[in-house]
C-alpha cells in the first residue's frame, strides 16, 4: 500500500450504532487530518494531530471522537450520529504543520446515517 | 460564514477550450492559495499553488492570477482535455499552521 488509505471505502450506521472510520499513511508524515465533505458545503476541516497530539478541534461535535495512537494511523470514532452526519470523511497527511507541506489526502470513507 | 467562495459551482467547456474558475476570499491574512483536483471516487490532489508576492503562477496548461487588491484569485486551464474533467477546490491559508479553508468546488466537465 502506498500513499494514505482509508478503510471502510463505504459504511451505513444507524443512529445508535457506534463504529470507527480507519486511516493509514505510509509516507512518514507525522501530521494527519481528518476532513468531512458534504455535498452542499465545502470541504470541513475537523480535526489536526501533529506527532499524535491533537492540535486543532474545529468546533466538532463530542459524537466525532478522533484517535491518533501513532503517526501513522488516524482513527475517528463515530457513536449516536444524526442523517446530516452523512458525507465523505477524508483524511490527509503531511510532512510537517507549516505551510509547503503538501497534503495529500486518501479516498475517503463514503458514510451514511440512517 | 464562507470565507472563500468559488464560482461557478459547474463548467463545461469544450476540448482544447480554456477553463476559468473564480475564487474570492474575505480573511487578509491569508497568504497561501493552493487549487486541489479531485476525480471521483478519490481524495483531492494538490494542483498548483501560489502566495500573493507574486500575481501569476504557470505549470503547464495550469495558471493561478492573483489579484491582492481585489481579494481575488483564478485558476486557467489552457487547452482544456477530457482527461482534466474533475472538481476543483480553492483553498486558502495562513501562515501559522496548515489549516486550509475551501471553496465550494467547481465540477468542471470537458467534452470531446
Known amino acids: 500500500e502506498t500513499g494514505v488509505?482509508?478503510?471502510?471505502?463505504?459504511?451505513?450506521?444507524?443512529?445508535?450504532?457506534?463504529?470507527?472510520?480507519k486511516c493509514e499513511q505510509?509516507?512518514?508524515h507525522n501530521a494527519m487530518y481528518w476532513y468531512k465533505q458534504s455535498a452542499k458545503k465545502p470541504l470541513e476541516l475537523m480535526f489536526v494531530y501533529s506527532l499524535e497530539e491533537r492540535v486543532e478541534n474545529n468546533s466538532v461535535p463530542s459524537r466525532f471522537s478522533p484517535e491518533c495512537p501513532n503517526s501513522s494511523h488516524l482513527f475517528l470514532h463515530l457513536h449516536t450520529l444524526q442523517p446530516e452526519d452523512s458525507a465523505l470523511y477524508l483524511c490527509a497527511s503531511s510532512q510537517?504543520?507549516?505551510q509547503g507541506y503538501e497534503q495529500y489526502f486518501g479516498p475517503g470513507t463514503r458514510l451514511t446515517v440512517t | 460564514?464562507?470565507?472563500?467562495?468559488?464560482?461557478?459551482?459547474?463548467l463545461i467547456v469544450q476540448k482544447g477550450g480554456i477553463s476559468i474558475i473564480n475564487c474570492a476570499y474575505e480573511n487578509t491574512a491569508?497568504?497561501?492559495f493552493?487549487?486541489?483536483?479531485?476525480?471521483?471516487?478519490?481524495?483531492?490532489?494538490?494542483?498548483?499553488?501560489i502566495r500573493p508576492d507574486v500575481s501569476e503562477k504557470k505549470e503547464g496548461?495550469?495558471?493561478?492570477?492573483f489579484n491582492k487588491s481585489a481579494k481575488q484569485f483564478s485558476l486557467h486551464i489552457m487547452d482544456?482535455?477530457?482527461?482534466?474533467?474533475a472538481t476543483y477546490f480553492c483553498a486558502a491559508s495562513m501562515d501559522a499552521g496548515n489549516m486550509l479553508t475551501f471553496g465550494g468546488g467547481t465540477r468542471l466537465m470537458v467534452k470531446p
Open chain 2, 1 to 10: 460564514q464562507q470565507q472563500v467562495k468559488q464560482s461557478p459551482q459547474s
Open chain 2, 34 to 49: 493552493p487549487w486541489y483536483q479531485q476525480f471521483p471516487g478519490k481524495g483531492p490532489a494538490l494542483l498548483i499553488a
Open chain 1, 5 to 21: 488509505t482509508q478503510t471502510p471505502r463505504h459504511l451505513v450506521m444507524g443512529m445508535t450504532n457506534k463504529k470507527s472510520l
Open chain 2, 61 to 65: 496548461r495550469f495558471t493561478i492570477s
Open chain 1, 26 to 28: 505510509h509516507l512518514g
Open chain 2, 80 to 85: 482544456s482535455q477530457p482527461g482534466d474533467s
Open chain 1, 96 to 98: 510537517g504543520r507549516g
Open chain 2, 30 to 32: 491569508f497568504d497561501y
